[in-house]
T-cell receptor, first 112, second 113 residues
C-alpha cells in the first residue's frame, strides 16, 4: 500500500519568512495530492491540492509543487503570518477508490 | 450545504461502557471515512464505505470496534466495551467519486475514564 513521509515534524519561522514542508510517497500510481491545515481543536481543512498531470499550483501565498519522477511534493507558504500557525498534513490518493494516505503532520509556528 | 455532521461533539464515559458515534455525510457523497486522531499515532483511517458498503476495515483496532452505514445519509462507529486507550478525536469525512476531496466533520472528542 501507499506510504507517505512528511518532513519536518515541526517548523518555526519568523513572521514574513517563507515555510516549506516536504512529503514523499511510495506508490507511483498515486495521482492526487491534497494538503490540509488543522488549527488547534478544529477539523482538518483542505487548503490546496494538485493532480499528477500538473507540476505546480498556486493560490495567493500558498503553492504546491509535484515531482512525479522523484515521488515527492512540497507545500510552500510565503509571507507567513501568525494565523498560518497550525498543523499541516499532506496526503496521497491512488487510482483504487478514494482513500487518502496521510503524512505524519508538520506543526508550523509563525512567530510575530 | 451543512457539511459533514457528527454527534456528539464530546463524549465522556467510563471504561466498559458502550460508545456510539454518529455521522451524516455531505448529501450526494458516496464515500464515507472514519478516522481516529491521537498525538501518538496521528491521523489513522479506521474504515471506509463506498455506496454504504464497507470497503476496507483493516484500520479497525480490534473486535471492540464496529461500524455500519445503513443508508447513504448515516453512519455509526461503535466501541463496546470502551477502554481508556480509545480516548481520541474521531473524525468522519466524506467525498464523491467525481471529486477526490475529502471533507471532514467537526470530530467527536472521546474520553474514556
Amino acid at each position: 500500500g501507499e506510504n507517505v513521509e512528511q518532513h519536518p515534524s515541526t517548523l518555526s519561522v519568523q513572521e514574513g519568512d517563507s515555510a516549506v514542508i516536504k512529503c514523499t510517497y511510495s506508490d507511483s500510481a498515486s495521482n492526487y495530492f491534497p494538503w490540509y491545515k488543522q488549527e488547534l481543536g478544529k477539523r482538518p481543512q483542505l487548503i490546496i491540492d494538485i493532480r499528477s498531470n500538473v507540476g505546480e499550483k498556486k493560490d495567493q501565498r500558498i503553492a504546491v509543487t509535484l515531482n512525479k519522477t522523484a515521488k515527492h511534493f512540497s507545500l510552500h507558504i510565503t509571507e507567513t503570518q501568525p494565523e498560518d500557525s497550525a498543523v499541516y498534513f499532506c496526503a496521497a490518493k491512488d487510482n483504487a477508490g478514494n482513500m487518502l494516505t496521510f503524512g505524519g503532520g508538520t506543526r508550523l509556528m509563525v512567530k510575530p | 450545504d451543512a457539511g459533514v455532521i457528527q454527534s456528539p461533539r464530546h463524549e465522556v464515559t467510563e471504561m466498559g461502557q458502550e460508545v456510539t458515534l454518529r455521522c451524516k455525510p455531505i448529501s450526494g457523497h458516496d464515500y464515507l471515512f472514519w478516522y481516529r486522531q491521537t498525538m501518538m499515532r496521528g491521523l489513522e483511517l479506521l474504515i471506509y464505505f463506498n455506496n454504504n458498503v464497507p470497503i476496507d476495515d483493516s484500520g479497525m483496532p480490534e473486535d471492540r470496534f464496529s461500524a455500519k452505514m445503513p443508508n447513504a445519509s448515516f453512519s455509526t462507529l461503535k466501541i463496546q466495551p470502551s477502554e481508556p486507550r480509545d480516548s481520541a478525536v474521531y473524525f468522519c469525512a466524506s467525498s464523491s467519486t467525481n471529486t477526490d476531496t475529502q471533507y471532514f466533520g467537526p470530530g467527536t472528542r472521546l474520553t474514556v475514564l
